[in-house]
């Protein structure tokens, strides 16, 4: 009895549903020696030691003679011989039955796969092939000497050299280089000097812009929507807010490091942090630490949303007299100035996937600016603290 046939008659007495069987479209090589393969003993021992292997979750791979067997376990408790009968069904089906180059089959917790290893029977070919360019080079080196003295005779007509010095198209491609560095809306006094192809890629963006690529291109080269600034009666406090169809981590960290310049250029006294908060199909909202009268505008602005703020309004406290002092914090800045704009979703928190950065001066003021880990700051002496806040709301660090 053949290997398959025997694991067809296991599999049929214990009453294991087969799956469907999905054979590959590739003709089968070199089908006499693989078909014989499958009826030697040894592919049963590989079929047999590969489904009673423990991997789970993860892939198991056995070759016997020219066949390769997959197997893909996603649960503990899978029967060894429900495994077999369906590397079985692929044989049947596909390699033996139609003669194409395996298949795959899937049932719940099992998925394996039969592939041929052509390269078994084709390395005797290979090496033949590699034999004969060996020859075939080998006889020709014997002419190549003579080959070489009339190349010498002709090489010495000078005006051969002469016609290899088309130095100017290396001086051609230099300006090319120069004008992709400059920003897309810096670039269109120099329309008229490019040529046609030029010329129409430029207004390609403009007649079909792509999601967010206005405000990517005015993020690098331009200002913000609104820049960085102090309303009436915020003290040092500063917010801004900039329009972006689609946003990153590592976009939203550069966003805040060029919100922080911004602020840092007005020469505030106190330490500068600035956090960014993206808001889905809203944008980018800034926002600073609330000082010189930042802290009271705060309060008064935020009883404005306590249908939506309410425990963080009622419970911000402090927890020691002796730890930080400042109650409000850039991230809590950002996310009122988000909250005055109306970007917010349903109920008390903003839409999924609102994330927010933080950036700045992290321990003292003059201190190196860097990407600061959001409510890092005195997080520790407010109740609820800035992460619990952060939670509340729906925003997720970057």
């Known amino acids: 009895m053949r290997a398959t046939d025997l694991l067809i008659a296991i599999g049929a007495t214990l009453g294991?549903?087969?799956?469907?069987?999905?054979?590959?479209?590739?003709?089968?090589?070199?089908?006499?020696q693989v078909i014989a393969d499958t009826a030697n003993k040894?592919?049963?021992?590989?079929?047999?030691?590969?489904?009673?292997s423990r991997i789970v979750e993860g892939i198991a791979e056995i070759q016997s003679g020219s066949i390769i067997l997959g197997l893909n376990r996603t649960c503990s408790d899978c029967n060894s011989n429900d495994c077999a009968q369906q590397f079985d069904s692929i044989i049947k089906e596909c390699v033996t039955g139609q003669e194409l180059g395996g298949g795959i089959a899937i049932t719940d917790g099992i998925t394996v796969e039969v592939s041929i290893d052509t390269s078994l029977s084709e390395a005797s070919k290979s090496k033949a092939l590699d034999a004969r360019r060996v020859r075939k080079a080998k006889t020709r080196t014997k002419h190549k000497t003579k080959a070489k003295k009339a190349k010498k005779t002709k090489s010495r007509t000078k005006p051969k050299k002469t016609k290899t010095k088309p130095r100017p198209k290396k001086t051609k491609t230099k300006p090319k280089e120069t004008k992709s560095k400059a920003c897309p809306i810096k670039n269109k006094k120099t329309h008229g000097k490019k040529g046609s192809k030029h010329g129409l890629r430029s207004?390609?963006?403009?007649?079909?812009?792509?999601?967010?690529?206005?405000?990517?291109?005015?993020?690098?080269?331009?200002?913000?929507?609104?820049?960085m600034h102090t309303p009436a009666g915020w003290g040092e406090t500063y917010f801004g807010f900039t329009?972006?169809?689609?946003?990153?981590?590592?976009?939203?960290?550069?966003?805040?490091?060029?919100?922080?310049?911004?602020?840092?250029?007005?020469?505030?006294?106190?330490?500068?942090?600035?956090?960014?908060?993206?808001?889905p199909k809203h944008g980018v909202y800034f926002g600073t630490i609330p000082h010189k009268g930042g802290e009271d505008k705060f309060k008064a602005d935020c009883a404005r949303f306590t249908a939506l703020w309410d425990r963080f309004l009622k419970e911000r406290k402090f927890g020691s007299a002796s730890a930080s002092q400042q109650l409000y914090h850039?991230?809590?800045?950002?996310m009122l100035y988000a909250f005055e704009k109306g970007a917010f979703g349903h109920g008390p928190e903003f839409p999924p996937g609102s994330m927010m950065v933080t950036y700045g001066e992290k321990n003292a003021r003059g201190t190196p600016p860097q990407h600061v880990a959001t409510c890092?700051?005195?997080?520790?002496?407010?109740?609820?603290?800035c992460n619990q806040v952060l939670r509340y709301m729906g925003v997720k660090e970057g």
Not at 16 to 32: G, P, R, Y
Not at 248 to 277: G, I
């Open 16 to 32: 294991f549903a087969s799956a469907d069987v999905v054979c590959n479209t590739e003709a089968l090589h070199h089908a006499a």
């Open 42 to 52: 040894g592919f049963e021992k590989s079929v047999k030691a590969l489904c009673s």
């Open 203 to 227: 207004l390609i963006p403009t007649l079909f812009p792509r999601t967010g690529s206005r405000q990517s291109s005015s993020d690098e080269c331009g200002d913000f929507d609104e820049n």
């Open 243 to 279: 329009e972006d169809g689609t946003m990153t981590p590592k976009k939203l960290a550069s966003l805040a490091k060029k919100a922080w310049e911004q602020a840092h250029n007005k020469r505030p006294t106190k330490l500068l942090l600035v956090a960014a908060l993206y808001v």
């Open 330 to 334: 850039a991230e809590d800045a950002a």
């Open 376 to 385: 890092s700051v005195g997080n520790t002496n407010i109740t609820p603290n």
